[in-house]
C-alpha cells in the first residue's frame, strides 16, 4: 500500500514536468512576423533599420486591398534603428506589446546599400540565432526594404505568400532552395562558386507588389551587381535554372516581330579545359527543347520555316548566355560555379579561392547550343497574310 | 524466454551499433575530407566487421553459465575481470549522459527552447527507470517495438530528400593526398561506442541458449542494416547541403529535412517529424546503455538491486544536469568513452589469444 502511495505520489509529481509549458505561448500573445527588412540606419553610418512585417490575423478574412497607402491592410510595418540587426529588434520588441514569433517568417529583404557592405555582419546573428530560418528566401532590393513590406500584392491575402508562391510555382527557377538564406550560405562556403540572391526594386502599383529586376550577383557576401532579367537568362540556362515557360524571340526577318517559343526543357553541362595554361577555358553546352506557338514570322508550319526559327532561338540563346558571362566576368564574380566545376571535377588544378578570382576573368568561353524546337499551335496556317491583304 | 531469438539479436545489435542516431559525427567527419569522407567511412566499415565479428566468435567460444557476468569475467578472471566491469559501468553511465544531452540538446534546437534539462532528462529517465527495473524481456519488448516504424519513418525521410539532391556535390569522392584521412581516422571512434554494450549482451543471449549460427547471422544482418542506413545518412546530406555547408552545420540531417517542403501547411514542419525516429533512438541507446550498467552493476550487488538503480539513475542525472557547459562536457564524455573503446580494443587481441588457448585445452583435455 505504501508502494502504491509512493508510485501516485512520483507520477503526480513527475507530470508537472511535462515539456512544452516552458515555451508554451498563447496565439493572442504572439505578434506573427511574415517578413523582414533590412535598410540603412539613418542616424548612424554603420547601423541598420529593420522593419518586420507583423500580421494581423482579424483582417484575414477581408479580401486584401491592392494599394501601399490603404491602412486597413492584413499586415503592420513596424522599424526600428540599431547598432545591429537583434539591437534594433529589441527595440521593436519593447515596442509593442506582444511576443515577437518569427516561426513564420518567409522573407527577408536586404537593402542593395546593406548588401554592398557586406551580407555576413548582418544575417550571420539573425541565420545563427534561427530568428531568421535557412529556408527563408533572400531578396536584395534597390529600394528601400521597408516599401516592400508595406505591399499589399492584390492576389495573395498574406503578403509574404507572393513571395512564396513564386518559388512555389517554379515561376523563377527550378531549384528554390538556392535563393533561400540557407542556400546563400551553402554557396558562400562552397569553394568556386559565389552567392546570389533575387534582385527586386520598385513594384508595380497595379498588383501593388514589387518588380523582380533580376539577379543579385555577390563576391564572398558583398553585393557586386546585378543581372537584369535578360542578363539573367543567360545565367538560368547555364545552371539548369529556367523553369518551363513561354520566351519571345526576335523574328528572322522581320526586325519588329516576335515569335513565341514555349520552352519545356532546358539542360546544359559546363566543362573547364586547358587548366594548367594561363587562359582556361570553359566549354557550356546547352540544349533546348520546347515548342513554337505562334508569332509575326509563323505564317505556314513547315520545316523550312522552323529550320529558320531554330537558328533564330540558337543565335539569340547563344548571345544572351555569352552576354550573361561576360557581364558576370566584368564584375569578377564566379556565379556560375566554373570554380566549382575544377574543384569537382579536376581537384588537382584547383588552387583556392583567391587564386580563381585572379583566373575568372581569363576564362575563354564557348557556347554550344543545341535547339530542338516543333510547332505546337491552334492552326497550321497563320490568318496574318489575309489580314494583311 | 520469448524474445530470445535471432531477429530480437539483430534488432538489439542494430539499435547498439547506431547509438544515438543523431548524426553529429557528419560535420566532424566531413570538415576536414569534405566530399572525400567515404576513405573514412569504408575504414568504419571494416573496423565495425572486423570487431563485431571477432566479438561474436569470442561469445561462441563461451560456455552458457559461467562466474560472472560479461565476457570480461570470462576471459580475464574474476579478479581483473571485476576491475575492468567497474569501468565499464563507468562508461555505461558516461555514455548515456551523453546520449541525453544530445537528445536534449537536440530539442531545445528544433522545438522547445526554454524547456529546463532537468524536466527532459527526468521524463527520459522515467522510461528507463521503469525498463530497467521491470527486467531483460521488458526492456527487449521495448526496444523493439518501437524499432519498425522509427527506422520506415526515418528511411522515408531521408529518400525524400534526395528531391533537392545535386549528386555532383559527392565531388571529388577520392582524396587528392591521404594526410587528411590519416588526420582524421580516429574520428572513426565516434561511431564505434556500440561494441562496447556487446561485452554486456553478446553473453546474456548466450545464457538464453542462441546458437553460434543465429549469432553470426544477426550481427551481419544488423551491421548491413547499419552500414546502409550511415551511408544514406551521409549520402544524403552530401549530395543536398554540400560538404562545406554539411560541415559547418550543427545538425545537418535535421536541417536537411527542414528544407523539404510538401504540398500544404500540415506538412510544412517536417523536421518535427523527423525528431520522432531520431527521439526514439536516443531514448533507447539511453536504454541500453543504462541496462547495460544495471546489469553488471546488480551483478556485484545481489541483495541490493533496488540501490543499484536508484544509484544508476541519480548518477545519469547529475552527469546530465550538473555541467553548466554541456558542450564542453559532452567532449569530456567522448574523450572518457573512446579511451575506454581503445583499450577495449586492444584487450581484444589478448581475449582472442585466451580463448584459443582454452579451445586448445580443452581439446586436448578430451
Known sequence: MKNRLWTLLLCTILTCLLPGCWDGVELQKRAVVLMMGIDPSDQDDHGVKVSLQLARPQSFSRSPQGSTSSREDNTAVITKSGTEVTDALRKIQLSIDRNLFFGHVRAVVINQVIAQRGMLPVVSPVLQSRITPRESW??????????VLEYTPALDAIPSTYFTNYFENRLLL???????????????????????????????????????????AFSADEFVGGLNTQQALGWLFIQNQFPKSPLSFQCPTKKDGQFVVNVKSVKSTLRMIHLKSNEPQAIVHLRLKGWVEGGACVIETNQMELEQLRQQVKNEVKNVVETSIQQCQAMNTDIFGMGRNVYRYSPRDWHGDNEWDQTFRKVKTTVQVDVQLDFLQAYKKSALPLVRQ | MKQVNRNVLAILLFECLLGTGTAEWI????????????????????????????????????????????MFDYFFGQKVGAVLNVSLIGTLLTYTGKSLLLGVSLIHYAALPYTPTVALVLLSLFVSVQLLSAGFEAMLRFQIVLFWPAFILATILLLISFRTSDFSNLLPAVPTTW??????????????????????????????????????????????????????????????????????LQWPVLEMIRIQKLTGPFLERLDLIFLLPVLISVVSAVNLYAYGAYYVLSHYTKPYQRQALIFIFTTVLLLTTLPSNSERFNDVYGVIVTAFELMFFSLMPFMWLRSYMRVRERRIAK
Not at chain 2, 567527419?29 to 565495425?48: D, G, I, K, P, R
Not at chain 2, 564505434?192 to 553460434?212: C, D, N, R, T, W
Open chain 2, 27 to 70: 560535420p566532424s567527419w566531413t570538415e576536414e575530407l569534405h566530399s572525400a569522407v567515404w576513405a573514412l567511412f569504408t575504414l568504419y566499415v571494416l573496423l565495425m566487421f572486423g570487431v563485431g565479428l571477432l566479438m561474436i566468435r569470442l561469445m561462441q567460444s563461451m560456455p552458457k553459465e559461467f562466474a560472472g557476468c560479461t
Open chain 2, 179 to 248: 594526410k587528411p584521412v590519416v588526420h582524421s581516422a580516429p574520428r572513426v571512434m565516434q561511431l564505434l561506442p556500440g561494441l562496447i554494450l556487446l561485452v554486456v549482451y553478446l553473453p546474456i543471449f548466450k545464457k538464453f541458449g542462441m546458437s553460434a549460427d543465429n549469432s553470426n547471422r544477426s550481427f551481419v544482418y544488423a551491421s548491413i542494416g547499419i552500414v546502409l542506413l550511415h551511408a544514406l545518412n551521409l549520402l544524403a546530406v552530401l549530395a543536398v547541403l554540400g560538404p562545406f555547408e554539411a560541415s559547418s
Open chain 1, 174 to 216: 527550378n531549384r528554390p532552395y538556392e535563393v533561400t538564406l540557407g542556400g546563400f550560405h551553402q554557396r558562400l562556403v562552397t569553394p568556386g562558386i559565389q552567392p546570389f540572391a533575387i534582385w527586386i526594386g520598385r513594384g508595380n502599383d497595379g498588383l501593388s507588389a514589387p518588380r523582380i529586376e533580376g539577379i543579385a
Open chain 1, 138 to 147: 533572400l531578396f536584395v532590393s534597390s529600394s528601400p526594404a521597408r516599401e
